[in-house]
């Protein structure tokens, strides 16, 4: 069975929350620049071809950085799998579990209160 700190489980589920946020903020970044980009070309007589390579190409990074963050859920769950399989599979460091993990045991209010206790320190 893997041994891992409560510290180090706390910065990892610390590290995937503040990595999809950076992802999901890459989106909407991404999104928001298509946009201004449209209104910028509004009335501008841009020519459509020409506009055309500059949205293929926001839309395609848009594409890639949600690939991306698949990849990054991909990884978040297999996280949570070695979690569950080491000394820290009583603790909830509040990563997410989708709808199809479930955790395997019950929440321990008593086990809780000691990990934050822990993380507090």
Not at 45 to 58: F, G, H, M, N, Y
């Amino acid at each position: 069975m893997p041994k891992f700190t409560q510290a180090a489980g706390q910065t990892v589920a610390s590290d995937i929350r503040s990595t999809f946020d950076s992802l999901d903020r890459a989106v909407y970044d991404a999104a928001r620049l298509a946009t201004d980009f449209i209104d910028a070309c509004t009335g501008s007589e841009l020519p459509p071809a020409r506009s055309q390579r500059v949205l293929k190409s926001l839309a395609d990074g848009i594409a890639k950085v949600v690939d991306g963050r698949a990849d990054m859920v991909q990884a978040q769950r297999t996280l949570v799998s070695i979690k569950t399989g080491s000394n820290l599979d009583v603790y909830d460091f509040g990563c997410w579990m989708d709808d199809t993990q479930k955790p395997p045991f019950p929440a321990i209010p008593q086990v809780e209160a000691a990990a934050m206790r822990v993380l507090e320190q």
